[in-house]
């Protein structure tokens, strides 16, 4: 599993620069460094949080019509804009779109950080690709 590590823009300060060099730096609050040493960055695509859900988590997946995925499937189910992101991310990463991370940095804002990591921990599928974690 690849340890998501839910953060603050405060935080990041004390993350090593070895740790970096293998970490892709997802932020959802629009406070994130351009580099400063990070594998790579991304952040939370804008229009994806403005829907709050997308149709598919998966590129290329089925509509709910497919002969192959019904309306309950779990890769066909509307899902938080944050959830879709770190799928697509983590297919990324499989396909060899994007490099190869060990590990990612969510940032949010310190409020927001109990709940998201809450949020992302009743996700099945999240669960089962990442490690969700909070950053003390």
């Known amino acids: 599993m690849i340890p998501l590590i839910i953060t603050t823009p405060a935080m990041l300060s004390g993350w090593s620069a070895a740790r970096r060099a293998?970490?892709?730096?997802l932020g959802a609050t629009g406070d994130v460094p351009a580099s400063d040493g990070w594998q790579q960055t991304a952040s939370l695509a804008?229009?994806?949080?403005?829907?709050?859900?997308?149709?598919?988590?998966?590129?290329?997946s089925a509509s709910e019509s497919s002969p192959w995925h019904g309306p309950a499937c779990a890769c066909?189910?509307?899902?938080?804009?944050?959830?879709?992101?770190?799928l697509l991310l983590y297919q990324d990463r499989a396909r060899g779109n994007r490099s190869f991370f060990r590990h990612i940095a969510l940032v949010v804002s310190a409020d927001q950080q109990a709940s998201v990591a809450a949020g992302l921990r009743t996700d099945a599928i999240i669960c089962s690709l990442f490690s969700?974690?909070?950053e003390e």
């Open 76 to 86: 066909c189910t509307p899902r938080p804009a944050l959830v879709s992101q770190l």
């Open 22 to 25: 293998e970490t892709l730096l």
């Open 132 to 134: 969700p974690e909070t």
């Open 46 to 60: 804008p229009d994806a949080a403005r829907s709050g859900a997308s149709s598919t988590a998966f590129r290329g």
